[in-house]
């Protein structure tokens, strides 16, 4: 499995402002998403982090409101812009396609940035 | 509209006995369930997964079931045991991206 790390691991943030968050994997891997959670709701796919290309967004999520980075195959960026408290979350990135494994269906978790909008 | 439902927030069960999760989909296009445990202030991790040309897949302690005519899936977990406890997200690979549909998860307590 792919080892999965995430910076911050939460913030408190003043609204108007952004933050930006860091995801890193420690093989190459084909896919990278960032998914949200809401209090109380599921996951919800925010888009797909493309390498080399701009991120596909899910009905939504808009770029100028989270640009996503993805400058190789181990590393991207999600930045949350012009925060509102509606934006307070946990944002959490997944990984699919590691080396080695024959399935393209599990996807790993990192652990998630805790974030929150005064 | 939500197309993966786990209508049970939360479950509590004895240490022992068997828990069952239970999650459904609306989707007859979805051909692949996963099956994630979230402990707080850690990211999902991956328990078990099946196949819609199954309806059984085991691992030790889990055992994902999979009836497509209902579009209904569960997770047995036995014996279950005070570590299991935790958020369980049902999740259908089947998203525009090859990304993951959740449900809203199931917290299971095991009581010792």
């Known amino acids: 499995s792919a080892v999965i790390s995430q910076k911050p691991s939460r913030d408190i943030c003043q609204r108007g402002t952004s933050l930006t968050i860091q995801c890193q994997v420690d093989?190459?891997?084909?896919?990278m998403f960032w998914y949200r959670q809401q209090p109380g709701q599921s996951l919800t796919l925010i888009a797909t982090?493309?390498?080399?290309?701009?991120?596909?967004?899910e009905s939504g999520f808009v770029i100028d409101k989270f640009p996503i980075s993805r400058p190789n195959l181990t590393f991207s960026t999600l930045t949350v812009s012009n925060m509102s408290p509606e934006d307070s979350s946990i944002y959490l990135c997944s990984a699919a396609g590691t080396s080695g494994r024959s399935s393209y269906n599990e996807q790993f978790f990192g652990p998630g940035t805790r974030l929150t909008v005064l | 509209d939500q197309q993966v439902k786990q209508n049970s927030p939360s479950l509590s069960v004895q240490e022992g006995r068997i828990s069952i999760l239970n999650c459904d989909y609306t989707?007859?296009?979805?051909?692949?369930f996963l099956w994630y445990k979230k402990y707080p202030a850690e990211g999902p991790t991956f328990l078990i997964s099946?196949?819609?040309?199954?309806d059984k897949n085991e691992d030790g302690r889990f055992t994902v079931f999979l009836n497509k005519s209902a579009k209904h899936l569960s997770l047995h977990i036995v014996p279950s045991q005070p570590g299991d406890s935790a958020v369980y997200f049902c999740?259908?690979?089947?998203?525009?991206?090859?990304?993951?549909?959740f449900g809203k998860g199931t917290k299971l307590s095991v009581k010792p």
């Open positions: 982090a493309n390498q080399g290309s701009e991120a596909t967004y």
């Open positions: 099946i196949s819609s040309i199954k």
């Open positions: 989707n007859s296009m979805f051909d692949y």
């Open positions: 999740a259908a690979l089947g998203g525009s991206q090859g990304n993951l549909i």
């Open positions: 093989s190459q891997v084909t896919m």
